[in-house]
């Protein structure tokens, strides 16, 4: 019986770019992308997880007919994200079909974001502590996974403001892991929006695995095709770029009720500024600012209108 061999690729990168270079892999490879950090932490022990100066990106691609013109892609677009950051060269090494799926799930662990979430595989276990808010994902849907700076701390200004019966809308889902994060942290239902066709099915799946299903709903599209209920939602976050989220600032702000909160990010530093004046002519007023190396993250309130 004819078994297919697999070629391991990986880079190494640093963390802010792990999103990017998952998005690539996921694209070209195939069965899924490995997260990897080098230093070790046990979250089982109350350990927090230190910041690495590098992380591994792990994907596999089959050593068919396809892998050249796969192999190609994931060049021409790993030296693209090159001209922004020190990144490895790309490694290789073949791979027996038998062993394949054993060393793609040797890469994922339990991972410890904020206060009390854990992140945890579908294949390892974690020893539920007081407090823990478990989120389940399957790594084969890996971009969204916590790693990004963007998404930490997106997760860790949720924990401030989720206290139960919240309705959320999260824009640009992906992964969903903010729309589950929402749910599991006591939020009453999210809306998440997506323009990729095959995100919606990845934010759905995730959602199956933590058993919040009847709690999300995700649309498939973009603003202003998809048309959202003003004043509807107690929480906005949206995690996307920039220019995003100053092209969606009026569609955002208005779903927001008056005095509720948003959570902007996905924003460099050096446009923090210019987000920042476009939401002051919504409304919005910045109340605290995250900073993670190049990256912010922003709670911000819909300010209440009082008639003159």
């Not at 100066?53 to 994931?74: H, Y």
């Not at 974690?126 to 971009?143: C, E, N, R």
């Not at 990729?196 to 649309?219: H, W």
Request: proline content about 5%; some cysteine; overall charge negative.
């Amino acid at each position: 019986m004819y078994e297919l061999k697999w070629l391991e690729l990986s880079v190494e990168a640093p963390p802010e770019y792990v999103e990017p270079l998952t998005h690539i892999f996921y694209r070209y490879g195939e069965g899924g992308v490995a997260i990897e950090s080098p230093a070790e932490f046990n979250p089982d022990e109350g350990e927090t997880p230190p910041v690495p100066a590098t992380v591994k990106v792990v994907t596999f691609i089959p050593l068919d007919e396809s892998a050249r013109e796969r192999r190609s892609n994931i060049d021409v677009a790993v030296k693209l994200v090159a001209h922004f950051a020190q990144i490895s060269e790309i490694k290789e090494r073949e791979v027996e079909e038998e062993d394949w799926e054993s060393n793609w799930k040797e890469h994922f662990h339990p991972i410890r974001v904020g206060s009390n979430l854990v992140i945890c595989p579908t294949w390892r276990t974690h020893k539920v502590t007081d407090g823990d808010v478990l989120i389940k994902l399957d790594p084969g849907m890996a971009f969204g996974t916590g790693h990004h700076p963007t998404t930490r701390m997106c997760m860790e200004l949720l924990e401030t403001l989720i206290s139960g019966s919240e309705k959320v809308i999260d824009v640009g889902c992906g992964s969903g892991i903010l729309a589950i994060s929402a749910v599991k942290l006591g939020a009453q239902e999210v809306l998440g929006v997506e323009t990729e066709e095959r995100s919606v099915g990845i934010a759905l799946e995730n959602c199956e695995l933590n058993d919040i299903s009847s709690q999300v709903t995700v649309l498939n599209g973009s603003f202003p095709e998809i048309e959202v209920e003003k004043s509807a939602y107690d929480v906005a976050v949206a995690n996307i770029a920039a220019k995003v989220i100053v092209d969606l600032s009026e569609y955002i702000s208005s779903a927001v009720v008056d005095g509720g909160k948003l959570v902007l990010s996905g924003i460099l530093e050096s446009s923090l500024d210019d987000v920042e004046k476009c939401y002051l002519m919504q409304g919005v007023r910045f109340d605290k600012i995250l900073v993670d190396g190049d990256w912010t993250a922003v709670l911000a309130t819909k300010t209440i209108y009082t008639d003159p």
